[in-house]
């Protein structure tokens, strides 16, 4: 009696972390098309508006606008597909193949990765050009190597060792199928309880998803659970983008906030209020996107732990945390946009024009003033041509 209460009380708990699950499903979904409706905008403002086409920033923006783009689009998906398999028991990711859900795996940690080291890539960029620390010894080098030659050519290292790095996502997963019910999930292997998962099968619904292939050897299997747990989510996607965030930011705003030689009022002001609304979005970033690296990197090293002592509740309560950080994920991911229309003048005149919202009075005094002249030219001309 005591063992099928105990048993009960399991699958309540799972069932209520479903029904979180598909609840945060919906706030993913709408922060996430927000997120890529804002850097379709991004991307578009950048490359055609740009004022300074020669600067590293601009291809630093124009990648992160890109990699923030598809890690939303692979997140809005999955959020579907859990969706669909909250409501409907519909299975929209259903691959059918190993090769498909192994590039699915593969490109979506791949692009996590890019996400994540573009915007340390712009924020180190931003530190060498502002802090120019081989100004004695080298004057001028910090302004040849921040340009868009060497910005295209560091994105091309990034996305290179992405890829490396991520291979054993190809090797090891494979397209497996099994039954449905709590009774069959990872958190619940309980030798205890055999007996009674046997007799309780109500369905033979099967559940498939891209998992570790059960085809490898030992070696294979720990030596992917280190890659996986130490490798790709402690090293490459917490500990040493954080620290160089956090280093460099660090050195970029003690520097703002001092007291500088003004050399040019006009190119300096330029350079401050860029500088601050850059590391602004570089802080956001840190602060909003890393909760979730933490949390999925904690999850995993102590996920074996309860697993094997079958801790149902702080295996629930490690979920509910993960859906939580999710959404702070999808927010740092969405707000590059609105930081950019909100701290940069350029940028915000741009996006207006582009929008067509400079038709309307409510938003002419946003405009520069190359931009307002741009668009009476561009009247007085049409009606030139019109007469």
């Given at each position: 009696m005591f063992l099928e209460n105990k048993l009960?009380?399991?699958?309540?708990?799972?069932?209520?972390?479903?029904?979180?699950?598909?609840?945060?499903?919906?706030?993913?979904?709408?922060?996430?098309?927000?997120?890529?409706?804002?850097?379709?905008?991004?991307?578009?403002?950048?490359?055609?508006?740009?004022?300074q086409q020669q600067h590293s920033f601009v291809e630093y923006l124009r990648s992160l606008a890109i990699f923030d783009f598809l890690s939303l689009l692979f997140e809005c998906i999955q959020s579907l597909h859990d969706l669909f398999l909250y409501l409907f028991s519909f299975n929209l990711l259903n691959f059918r193949s190993s090769i498909l859900c192994k590039l699915y795996e593969y490109s979506n940690h791949v692009i996590i990765l890019l996400a994540c080291w573009t915007?340390?890539?712009?924020?180190?960029?931003?530190?060498?050009?502002?802090?120019?620390?081989?100004?004695?010894?080298?004057p001028n080098l910090s302004r040849r190597i921040c340009n868009c030659k060497c910005a295209k050519r560091i994105i091309l290292f990034l996305i290179i060792l992405s890829l490396i790095i991520n291979i054993p996502d190809i090797l090891y997963q494979k397209w497996i199928c099994r039954q449905s019910g709590y009774q069959y999930s990872a958190a619940f292997i309980g030798k205890l309880y055999l007996n009674e998962t046997q007799i309780n099968q109500t369905s033979n619904r099967l559940i498939c998803q891209c998992r570790t292939s059960p085809n490898l050897s030992r070696f294979q299997i720990l030596f992917y659970i280190q890659w996986k747990t130490y490798v790709f989510h402690l090293f490459c996607y917490t500990l040493i983008p954080a620290i160089i965030l956090l280093a460099s930011n660090t050195a970029i705003l003690k520097l703002v906030h001092s007291r500088r030689q003004i050399v040019g009022q006009k190119n300096e002001h330029l350079r401050s209020k860029l500088?601050?609304?850059?590391?602004?979005?570089?802080?956001?970033?840190?602060?909003?996107?890393?909760?979730?690296?933490?949390?999925?990197?904690?999850?995993?090293?102590?996920?074996?732990?309860?697993?094997?002592?079958?801790?149902?509740?702080?295996?629930?309560?490690?979920?509910?945390?993960?859906?939580?950080?999710?959404?702070?994920?999808?927010?740092?991911?969405?707000?590059?946009?609105?930081?950019?229309?909100?701290?940069?003048?350029?940028?915000?005149?741009?996006?207006?024009?582009?929008?067509?919202?400079?038709?309307?009075?409510?938003?002419?005094?946003?405009?520069?003033?190359?931009?307002?002249?741009?668009?009476?030219?561009n009247i007085f001309n049409s009606s030139q041509h019109t007469k």
């Open positions: 009960k009380y399991r699958e309540v708990k799972a069932n209520q972390s479903f029904e979180q699950s598909g609840r945060n499903g919906q706030g993913t979904l709408l922060f996430g098309s927000i997120g890529i409706i804002g850097n379709i905008i991004c991307f578009m403002v950048v490359y055609r508006f740009s004022f915007i340390v890539g712009l924020t180190f960029d931003r530190l060498i050009l502002v802090c120019d620390p081989w100004a004695k010894k080298w500088t601050r609304t850059l590391t602004l979005a570089s802080i956001i970033f840190l602060v909003l996107y890393f909760p979730h690296a933490i949390v999925e990197t904690f999850s995993i090293l102590i996920f074996p732990k309860y697993r094997i002592h079958c801790h149902i509740r702080s295996l629930i309560i490690i979920r509910i945390l993960k859906r939580l950080s999710e959404l702070l994920n999808i927010a740092a991911l969405g707000i590059n946009f609105f930081l950019y229309i909100l701290g940069v003048n350029h940028y915000r005149s741009a996006a207006i024009q582009m929008l067509g919202l400079h038709h309307f009075q409510f938003f002419l005094p946003y405009l520069t003033v190359e931009h307002r002249n741009s668009i009476g030219s």
